[in-house]
């Protein structure tokens, strides 16, 4: 488990950087790792965050899909609006509640609520990655850290190292996207 574990840091964290510098090809590191780490989530009973590196997967496909489209344009990265964030915002806490109660009752977790916070963010913010907006990074940086401590407490060391650096590969994104969004 631990060879996968790195291995499956190792493609992670390459996707990120690739898609901070706005790669397309970032996005099929991206599901390279979430396929390994929807294994060693689904071992460690997080089982939605299991799901949520599955559905990964599947986004990942849609984003690349989404940026391939416009590869021979320039990467215009925005920013997103009130009502879109709002309508973000509600979504992840409606998914929160309906999937912390699921986990509750029928899984084998003494984490449901933690784990369903941390995988319904991941879909918002992969989601506004894939439209580009600037403030998903600043989103990543939040989900990333929390995830540290949930990988700690399950004592998979190295995926909490692994987040700990996607936090700061997060600050790393927003501050090239960033330029990105200032240039003309």
Known sequence: ??????????????????????????WLAGIGGAAIYTYICFH??????STLQAIYAGMGFYGWLAWKN???TSFQVKTISTLTFSLNLLIWLLL???TGIVLE???????P????????AGLVLTWQMAKRY???????????????IVFLFRHLYISALLYFILAILA????????KLFESP
């Open 1 to 26: 488990m631990v060879f996968l574990e790195f291995f499956g840091a190792f493609i992670t964290l390459l996707g990120v950087w690739l898609t901070a510098r706005g790669k397309t090809s970032g």
């Open 44 to 49: 460690s009973k997080l089982y939605a965050e």
């Open 105 to 111: 009752k029928y899984a084998d977790t003494d984490l």
């Open 134 to 148: 600037l403030e998903c990074w600043t989103g990543w940086m939040v989900v990333n850290l929390l995830s540290v």
């Open 113 to 120: 609520y933690t784990d369903a916070f941390l995988a319904a």
């Open 96 to 98: 929160t509640m309906f």
């Open 171 to 178: 600050w790393y994104g927003h501050k090239q996207w960033k």
């Open 70 to 72: 416009t590869q021979n």
